[in-house]
């Protein structure tokens, strides 16, 4: 077991699976390498990204309670749990008050140690390595004379959740209210201001911000029709008010009820539950009208970032609702994680301020279905002969040649490059998969007539009945949709709008049926020229 009982430590990836084997599981209990029989379990917490988890265990001497931390690469099983270690881990701690910032690097706990501002302080260490900086207190205004424990973030980092109570000791609190701050430009936090009574009835705890960053999950012993001890309840965010809590059946039961998570899928729970012989951690179903939006995540990687010295933009647009739901910078190392609720479509850039260099930009439509996780890979470097850039948000009208005006940002971006690169000719390429042709219009797409001429040598008849032969000129018309020419010229026509010269601009199209279970697609890319 963790640590002198000898067990494996795997959590095998079905932690986060959303395969249909699960999907219609009530209860999914975590594997036997984490929950022997023989050992307590409590207070599961996983990462937004469901690659960290910090947890309560008996594994311990004496059996004292004692927190574990785990993490995984996203492509591997999980590392070996190894216990917090005592600068992050004291008899002064509130046993249940850790948590993790969405990304796992971040520990957040509550302690009674000095230098604090007052009571239990919440304190924060960043994971280093293998180990765990020095913690650093949240300091006033997050933390009071009161005692704060219990924060969770949104994915932006730039809401915080977290309770604020009368009393605390190591095993427990009462008379807390749930307050959230917003984080400033600057770093530095406004001031904590309390949710609404409606949320707050005299003991609300451990709140914890899902990651779709309006659905808030809590415990109350004080809501009327209570199991018994602390219930869980969710509220959601809608228009800047918080609605009247529901409580959480599917995972209430007449014990206290109160130390859960919800990683970035939002489709279970996970809690500690009854075992055969102990406490265990298990994943409850939560039933479709109670689940949070699903999120999902964008891991990215600037590519030929080494040694640059070009600053890199990071953005995400909501497409549907017409606005910027994100922007930021890569870290040191060019990689970058984003998270897409589901329901909307969204367009990620990435964009260097030197208009010579290569941007990229690709959109993501998740209303329909969604991946838990998407991989991209960012080129950002000088533009060169010969080189790509796939335009994936240039559309065009359903029976037309139009350009639709999500594709007007794109194409800002590409004038800019052109103009950026002078001395350079490029082309515009459009190719379209799934052609159709017919003899008669027998259907909405094919708008565009060709006309085929043949000359055929027919018999006639001529007034003295004499049998002749007469040249002819057969005309057949053919429908079809094949506008990429039309699609070409606007796109040619919308850059020269930009400014771009059309001396510097030429184009190539092609057209070809669709192939087995294919559905048509017309791809516009644009490329330098060698």
Known sequence: MYMNIKYSWVLVLCLLSISETFSQAAKRRLPSSVNHPAINHFAPFMSVDGDAIVFLSDNAEDYVLTPFYSSRNPRSDWKQPEALPKTLHTRLNFLWGYTLSPDGRFLYFSTIKSPGVGGYDMWFSERKGTGWAQPINLAAPLNSRSNEACATLTPDLKTIYFMRCEQMDQQGASGCVIMSARRRSNGQWDEPVALPASVNTGNSQAPRILADAETLIFSSDKFPGARGGMDLYVTRLKDGTWTNPVALEFANTTENDQFVSVNGVGRYLLRDAPGSRKREMAEYLIPAPLRPKGMMRVEGMIAGMEGSTVPVYISVVDLIAGYRIFSGRPDRGGAFKLYLPEGSQYEVSVDPEQSNYMFYSRKFDLTDSIEQVVRISAPVKPLKKG????????????????????????????????????????????????????????????????????????????????????????????????????????????????????????????????????????LVKVRALP
Not at 398 to 417: D, Q, S, T, V, W
Not at 488 to 509: D, I, K
Request: charged share 25%; hydrophobic share 35%; glycine share 6%.
């Open 387 to 522: 080189d790509e850039i796939e335009l994936s948000q240039v559309e065009f009208s359903e029976y037309g040649a139009e350009l639709l005006p999500g594709a007007e940002n794109e194409l800002k971006k590409i004038a800019r490059l052109i103009k950026g690169n002078f001395g350079m000719q490029f082309e515009i390429q459009v190719t379209m998969a799934g052609y159709a042709e017919d003899s008669i219009q027998s259907m909405p797409d094919l708008t565009e007539v060709r006309y085929d001429s043949s000359w055929t040598t027919l018999d006639e008849i001529d007034s003295l009945g004499q049998l002749y032969k007469r040249d002819t000129c057969m005309v057949s018309m053919l429908f079809h949709n094949d506008r990429t020419v039309a699609q070409a010229e606007n796109v040619v026509a919308y850059l020269m709008g930009q400014g771009v010269p059309g001396s510097r601009m030429t184009y190539f199209v092609n057209s070809r049926p669709a192939l087995p279970e294919e559905k048509k697609k017309i």
